[in-house]
């Protein structure tokens, strides 16, 4: 009886001993990081169109009509900015939790070019570029494994999904139309709602403590997905300053709804609201039903910040 109770004592002693040690070297619960990041964009592709123009930068000679030259169109969206606050919460030593909070708004990125085309009798000819530019929130959940402490240096790698829950891409075009009458400055902003997604991100990283509590730490991450529009809207138009938006202008014509909101499906046919499928019967006081547009915000991207522990 003796021996079995201090068998058992013995064993509630090291079992408390080995609590202590485990309460010792665990580091931080929860820490809170606050950071800025710059992209480069990866993986380029091209473009969708603009209103109906292919994602072309063409050249025409002193005609209007002859091409001398034409380049498409690549790239992605994932250049740019971010900043972003995380919330992280360890459960072991080397296994943790993170969900980050950011915006992200991308480099500006040419998507239609088109230098002296001829576009209408007078003569009239056209120059103008499309530019694109995407902002968004999104939420990023991550799995964290800390690889151990060395000289106050403590790396780290994570991999998780990036849910976006706002955002848009916006489409800036400004137009020159020359004739013998003159000038016509022409500036349209259309912006595309895109619908739900979920990307991929994967980031090394090392923290420094600079205190007890405040480190400081740095990142390298890339992230990678698609998103696909869900609606576009042309919220601006206005020609040599002056809102033209639901006015017909002989530089655009159709001021309708339909033509300044349209709708993306997967598919059109002989039942859509399209002119090209369904002319005889497209009603010009809804969206024009179009294919969807996609485009990439692939990236990678080097992240600096301040990292707080409780």
């Not at 009458?181 to 990283?205: E, I």
């Not at 730490?217 to 576009?232: D, P, S």
């Not at 020609?239 to 909101?261: C, I, M, Q």
Request: a neutral charge; glycine letters at 10%.
């Amino acid at each position: 009886m003796k021996k079995n109770l201090f068998l058992l004592g013995l064993l509630v002693c090291s079992m408390a001993t080995v609590a202590q040690t485990e309460k010792a070297d665990k580091p931080e619960s929860w820490y809170f990081k606050l950071g800025g990041s710059y992209f480069i964009q990866t993986a380029a592709t091209e473009f969708p169109t603009v209103s109906g123009a292919l994602p072309n930068t063409d050249v025409y000679a002193a005609d209007g009509t002859t091409l001398i030259s034409r380049e498409t169109n690549h790239g992605s969206f994932g250049e740019g900015f971010r900043s972003g606050l995380t919330a992280g919460y360890r459960f072991t030593p080397r296994l943790g939790v993170e969900v980050g909070f950011n915006y992200f708004s991308s480099a500006s990125k040419t998507m239609v070019e088109t230098t002296n085309r001829l576009v209408a009798a007078g003569p009239t000819f056209a120059t103008g570029k499309a530019e694109g530019k995407i902002r968004a929130f999104d939420v990023a959940p991550a799995l964290v494994l800390f690889l151990g402490q060395t000289h106050g240096f403590e790396p780290y790698t994570k991999v998780g999904v990036i849910v976006p829950i706002h955002g848009d891409l916006t489409i800036e075009t400004n137009r020159t139309y020359t004739n013998p009458a003159g000038v016509v400055n022409s500036y349209t902003k259309d912006v595309v709602k895109p619908n739900p997604t979920v990307g991929f991100m994967a980031a090394l990283g090392t923290s420094y403590k600079l205190g007890s509590h405040i480190s400081i730490f740095a990142e390298l991450e890339y992230r990678n997905f698609t998103v696909h529009g869900k609606t576009k809207e042309t919220e601006v138009y206005t020609e040599n300053g002056v809102d033209k938006l639901n006015t017909p202008t002989s530089f655009r014509p159709d001021a309708s709804y339909s033509a300044s909101h349209t709708k993306y499906v997967e598919q059109i046919n002989t039942t859509s609201n399209s002119k090209v499928t369904n002319a005889a019967g497209f009603d010009n006081t809804k969206a024009t039903d179009d294919i969807s547009s996609y485009v990439g915000i692939s990236g990678l991207g080097l992240t600096f910040g301040l990292k707080y522990s409780l």
